[in-house]
């Protein structure tokens, strides 16, 4: 199968194509042409995924994909964007057509839930890696960015810590979520594939004065610490207040709960921050837990000791 046959086959269907958020000219020729609505401003962010590094080389092509496509979309999510479009640059080792309908179809899953087009891309022969490029909209000068947290806002975290780390070591052996028998571990082995974009959180954020917003790709310490960095502030956290789940905490020795849950990375949760005296009523389609509140010092400290809470998230050099 050549080149653009497989293109064709694979990436210009329907499911990933067929959206009309705004892609006047698609995947066919040397660029996409995308419009953007006036008052509006794009938010772009690309990803790439190494097999043997991000995912196992193993592992089912469908949620290879929905999960590059997860951790790309995350980013938008973060900055409070509308998903508009993105693009997929492919490189193979061969071009294996069961591989590639897996592959397809759990781009398309995806995609189709989160509403964005695949507007173009790249196909090339060489070690498998997947690498995507996310656009969405915000209105002009409204992006979500990490510097805008102050001093007296909370901190809230979306959802549960710590699943995807606990995932991660299920994915490692090999076991997907279709074929464990535990559905604990199942659901473990979900929240490391299929993990969910908060599109609708951010975009509720954008909306309702968030001071600053991040999505959880390497640990809460860690992605936490990057707001603090770049608001110049320091936090304060509740550890006790961690958000975990039952299948988390029934599965992970207690004496793991705060390394994994804090430091565990690729939940693809968000970390934002609002004004104390904002009193909003949050959106019932995602759990959110304050957890904490900015302060005036250096780094993140246990409110609980005042002591620095030590751990550290992965990276990757
Ligand atoms: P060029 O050589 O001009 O860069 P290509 O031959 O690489 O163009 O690609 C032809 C068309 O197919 C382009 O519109 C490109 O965006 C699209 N494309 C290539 N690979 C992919 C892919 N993996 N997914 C989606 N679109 C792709
Ligand atoms: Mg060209």
Known sequence: MDE???????????ELTSNTTGVNLGIGDDCAVVAVEPGRQLVQSIDTHVSGV????SAPPNLIAYRALAAALSDLAAMGGKPHSFYLAL?????DQVWLEGFSTGLSELAVKAGVVLAGGDTTRGPLTISIMVQGTVPAGGALVRSGARIGDDIYVSGTLGDAAAGLKYALAGQ???????????????????????????????????????????????DLGHILESSEAGASLDLEQIPRSAAFQAVIEPELHNHLSLSGGEDFELCFTLPSDLELQFPDFC????????IKAEGIIDQATGEPVQSRGYRHF
Do not use: C, M
């Open 54 to 57: 991000h995912f196992p080389a």
């Open 176 to 222: 997907v979520p279709d074929s464990v028998g535990d559905d604990r571990e199942a659901w473990l082995l979900e929240r490391f594939y299929k993990p969910s974009a908060r599109l609708q959180l951010g975009q509720w954020l954008q909306q309702s004065g968030a001071t600053s917003a991040i999505d959880i790709s390497d640990g809460l310490l860690a």
């Open 287 to 294: 759990q959110v837990t304050k957890v904490g509140r900015i």
């Open 4 to 14: 653009f046959s497989l293109i064709h086959r694979y990436f210009n269907r329907a």
């Open 91 to 95: 490189t193979l080792p061969r071009a």
